[in-house]
């Protein structure tokens, strides 16, 4: 009898264990209403917005590019901490405009949203 149960509390901890594993990541988690709010204060969407192109590409656009890849959320992060030479509708260049936080979770946040559209 105290043999069936220790299979029992082992069959128990492999199916909790295998449960979790299938859950979504609470990292992918996003919250949608900080990142408009910092993309905001930024005046992001001078030049971006949702679902099309400014004098930026539309937010699809950008999330259609990296979504799905390994690297597409830390390719974002370094697209608004580091002022790369970027592109214009126009043909000219500029560089990108910093992001104004340091908060590696709300760049990670507004990454995480981008790539969600």
């Not at 199916?15 to 993309?39: G, H, K």
């Not at 969407?45 to 597409?72: E, F, L, T």
């Amino acid at each position: 009898m105290k043999h069936k149960i220790n299979l029992r509390i082992i069959a128990a901890t492999l199916f909790t264990f295998s449960a979790a594993m299938l859950m979504p990541s609470q990292a992918s988690a996003f919250d949608e209403d900080a990142a408009r709010a910092l993309a905001k204060k930024n005046d992001c969407m001078k030049c971006h917005a949702i679902d099309k192109s400014k004098k930026g590409p539309s937010y699809k656009k950008v999330a259609a590019k990296y979504k799905g890849k390994a690297d597409g959320q830390s390719k974002l992060i370094t697209n608004f901490t580091t002022e790369p030479m970027v592109k214009l509708s126009d043909g000219k260049e500029e560089k990108h405009k910093l992001i104004d936080t340091k908060d590696i979770n709300e760049q990670k946040n507004l990454a995480d949203w981008i790539l969600s559209l």
